[in-house]
């Protein structure tokens, strides 16, 4: 391997964008291959959960107001840091039949009432059914494109999600709600003051946007992408880089990310509860939560910390769409998603770089031409696979262009 003293790399780069004029690329970027045009994110914050333990100075492992949300009438009391484990590079949020008698709210007295839309609920110190895990940024943020991949358990009733919240009152984007028991289903929602994501259903009412699309990928048995993007007026939705769901709301109150395994009652939201004979751990398995920007000046300047090459979890192929039906009161009218097309990150790291391709590619996928500083043209491929590694790179500076359905991008980067 060879190694260039920092002056020399200096110059490469200033000779390398003379003669290819590319701009510089920062270590992981994601862009949006559009048919119409090619927008760029850049990586801005998150957590790969490729450590020993929750970073508790990014997540708190509750709401702040209550370990519980007890107007859903859920079975669960979120632990304190309890029902939560890293390892092996991924994140367990676990839910178990564990009867506790706790605070609903932390900051209260055990005899304090709990009060339900101005009605007694229970005193402050109440039984529950089960102990879980739930985690929440300790900062908020507004608009951009938050990512998870995960997969849910395979018991039963439980119910995962991944959602941001914030305001008083409430706005809420559930960038995914599941149920096991309905593995090849995602609900879609958003929540918002005075009805303001309310569509015309027909010429009689209004309904609310928001439940369950039927795909043709499994949440159990598979590991799998959720996104959102929280744009000026609109949230689309995002199943492995493919748009499944747009709700046209406008969004302005900064909103924290919340991931949970909660359990609900028989006679609640997502009844059915579970089985109360399953009395080992039910698991929420996370591989990370990413947040990108648009806004250059916003990202980060490190990269992803403690990224780890080529992740097992991701799928070997995504080539069609994964919706089994396009229904126009979530998926949106066909012009909303006219322009759509797919997704491709670039994830640098010590060896070289991964290059994950999402979305429907319809038959056709991108191609990627790298040259060195003098010109030549050292790779040049079809990008055939969900994660495609270059490595083997000799130390320098690379010019790469990544091409799809006649649009394209070129960039610069170090090795």
């Known amino acids: ?31 949006f291959f559009n048919k119409d045009t ?30 519980t949300i007890y107007a859903n009438k859920e079975q669960q009391y979120y632990t304190p840091y309890k029902n939560h484990q890293v390892n092996n590079g991924t994140l367990k949020l676990t839910a178990v039949k564990d009867t506790i008698r706790a605070r609903i709210t932390d900051s209260g007295n055990d005899n304090d009432t709990v009060l339900l839309r101005g009605k007694f609920y229970s005193l402050n110190k109440a039984l529950f059914n089960y102990q879980a895990g739930m985690i929440e940024t300790r900062k908020t943020f507004t608009k951009g494109y938050f990512e998870c991949r995960f997969k849910l358990p395979p018991e039963k009733g439980f119910w995962p999600a991944f959602w941001l919240h914030g305001g008083n009152p409430n706005e809420e984007i559930d960038i995914f709600e599941c149920k096991s028991e309905r593995q090849e289903e995602v609900h879609l929602d958003t929540h918002c003051p005075n009805r303001c994501d309310y569509y015309v259903n027909n010429v009689f009412n209004k309904r609310s946007y928001g439940s369950w699309v039927k795909v043709k990928t499994n949440f159990v048995n598979d590991f799998n ?39 609900p009652s028989n006679d609640g939201p997502f009844k059915p509860g579970p089985d109360p004979s399953i009395l080992l751990p039910s ?14 000046s916003q990202s980060s300047t490190s990269g992803i910390t ?14 069609g769409t994964q919706l089994k039906k396009k229904s126009k009161f979530f998926y949106g009218k066909k012009e909303d998603h006219i322009y759509n097309g797919i997704q491709i990150d670039w994830l640098q790291h010590a060896a070289g770089a991964d290059v994950v391709v999402m979305g429907n590619t319809e038959g056709e996928w991108p191609v990627i031409e790298l040259k060195d500083a003098a010109k030549n043209t050292i790779l040049k491929r079809n990008l055939d696979k969900v994660s495609n590694t270059i490595s083997d790179l000799k130390s320098g500076v690379y010019a790469c262009t990544l091409s799809w359905k006649g649009k394209q991008v070129s960039y610069r980067f170090t090795k």
Request: hydrophobic share 45%; aromatic share 14%; proline share 4%.
């Open 283 to 296: 698991t929420f398995e996370v591989d990370y939560v990413r947040v990108w920007t648009k806004d250059k």
């Open 1 to 31: 391997m060879i190694n260039l003293l920092p002056s020399m790399k200096a110059f490469l780069l200033a000779l390398l964008t003379a003669i290819v004029g590319v701009q510089p690329l920062t270590a992981q970027v994601k862009w």
């Open 306 to 319: 403690n990224y780890q090459s080529v992740p097992s979890v991701l799928p070997n192929t995504i080539s």
């Open 38 to 67: 090619v927008i760029t994110w850049y990586y801005q914050e998150g957590d790969e959960f490729n450590g020993t333990a929750i970073d508790q100075n990014y997540w708190t492992d509750s709401y702040g107001w209550a370990r």
């Open 225 to 263: 992408v959720m996104a959102c993007e929280w744009d000026e007026d609109k949230v689309r939705f995002y199943l492995n880089g493919e748009c499944i769901g747009i709700s046209q709301v406008k969004f302005l109150v900064p909103k924290l990310i919340t991931l949970n395994m909660a359990v």
